[in-house]
């Protein structure tokens, strides 16, 4: 998290600090969201759906997209800094992302499918991150990463507004020509499925300043953006039709959401003392299905699960009781992996430090 605060606007309550910790907050509530859509596809294995859990799976929904637009933008921010180097920018991301999601997938095999990966195709599985159902995330944002660090310098402040609408139309061709309208992992994995949803977070990180304090001082536009943001989640909620990460409408309305939501948070986000942890949400994304499924386990071989599941009340502590297993473990994670890694940078600057004595 940047610590330092980039911009003060006066008396404007809008601060990259607040923003910033704001934007980690949001990143915590989709870990949430995105555990419960997880967790309500798993509820339909034990009792038909009510309109309760369909409607927590729809609005589940949000938690993939936001944590989307925030990874761009955070990526954003970090290729804007002068000591970005190839070579800092891809070890980080090895060792913060794309390690764990090999150790991850390599899980998921043992977890999902009861066996030993000894099959071409299984290590084709495990580095593609089709070992589990929600894994094609994480293996899209290293083709992203790729993606964002060879077009850094063409993708700027200038150009974003115009690639952000080229975007839009490459994310809906993909999707509804070239793909057919097919939303399954195939389609899911590949960088174009995403390529405008994620750029709407460098949109966001160019223009942040003046959306959010044209939002503060319009106050009459920030209330019709809410009310439009809870509109469209009714509308989603009530809809028939399975609204995923990747229809359109859902992503503006997302991003829509995103904006007000975080404008509002200006306001409270100080009194709520976060402290960032690095990699948190990463890692209550990729253990939480383990959480649930051994959670489902447990709880079908000891206690009677569809009368959880029927009841609405017991369903909701049962969510929140895995959730917080799932912070937990998530939370210990990245506290050894940060550590481990600083512990190994400190000791090879001590070493280098004491060659060059």
């Known amino acids: 998290m940047v610590q330092r605060q980039l911009y003060n606007g006066g008396n404007d309550m809008y601060s990259d600090k607040r923003l910033f910790a704001s934007l980690f907050f949001v990143q915590l509530l989709s870990s949430f969201l995105v555990l419960a859509g997880h967790y309500t ?9 009510t309109f309760w859990e369909a409607a927590l799976n729809q609005i589940s929904r949000y938690g993939t997209v936001l944590l989307a637009i925030i990874t761009g933008f955070f990526t954003a921010h970090s290729l804007n800094s002068k ?20 150790l991850a997938s390599i899980l998921y095999f043992f977890i999902l499918r009861k066996d030993i990966p ?7 599985d495990i580095f593609t991150g089709q070992t589990a159902g929600h894994l094609y995330f994480i293996f899209m944002l290293c083709q992203y990463y790729v993606f964002a660090y060879a077009f850094r310098r063409i993708l700027t402040k200038r150009t974003v507004v115009f690639f952000s609408v080229f975007f839009l139309a490459v994310q809906y061709t993909y999707i509804n020509i070239v793909a057919h309208g097919w939303l399954e992992l195939g389609v899911r994995h590949f960088l174009p499925t995403w390529i405008f949803t994620i750029y709407m977070g460098h949109l966001l990180y160019w223009y942040r300043k003046a959306i959010f304090t ?5 106050k009459a536009i920030l209330v019709g953006l809410l009310a439009l943001s809870g509109l469209s989640m009714v509308y989603f909620v ?23 939501g975080a404008t509002l948070l200006h306001y409270v ?19 939480h299905p383990a959480f649930i499924v051994y959670g489902n ?53 001590r070493k280098q430090a004491s060659n060059n004595a």
């Not at 000591?83 to 090999?102: E, M, T």
């Not at 000894?118 to 084709?124: I, T």
């Not at 044209?214 to 319009?218: A, G, N, S, V």
């Not at 050894?336 to 512990?343: H, L, Q, S, T």
Request: net charge positive; charged share 15%; glycine share 4%.
């Open 41 to 49: 596809a798993d509820v339909d294995d034990f009792i038909q759906w």
């Open 83 to 102: 000591n970005v180097s190839g070579k800092r920018f891809f070890k980080g991301k090895i060792k913060y992302i794309y390690i764990p999601f090999l």
């Open 118 to 124: 000894l099959q071409a195709a299984d290590w084709k």
């Open 214 to 218: 044209f939002l503060e001082r319009q």
């Open 238 to 260: 009530l809809s028939s039709k399975l609204y995923t990460a990747n229809h359109l409408t859902f992503v503006l309305a997302t991003f829509m959401l995103l904006v007000s």
């Open 269 to 287: 986000i100080d009194a709520l003392h976060l402290r960032f942890q690095k990699g948190l949400t990463f890692y209550i994304y990729l253990l």
């Open 297 to 349: 386990r447990i709880m079908n071989d000891n206690f009677a699960i569809d009368w959880i599941f029927h009841n609405k009340l017991a369903s909701a502590l049962y969510l929140l009781a895995i959730y917080g297993a799932t912070f937990a473990a998530s939370l210990l994670c990245a506290l050894i992996v940060n550590r481990g890694f600083g512990w190994l940078s400190n000791d090879q600057k």
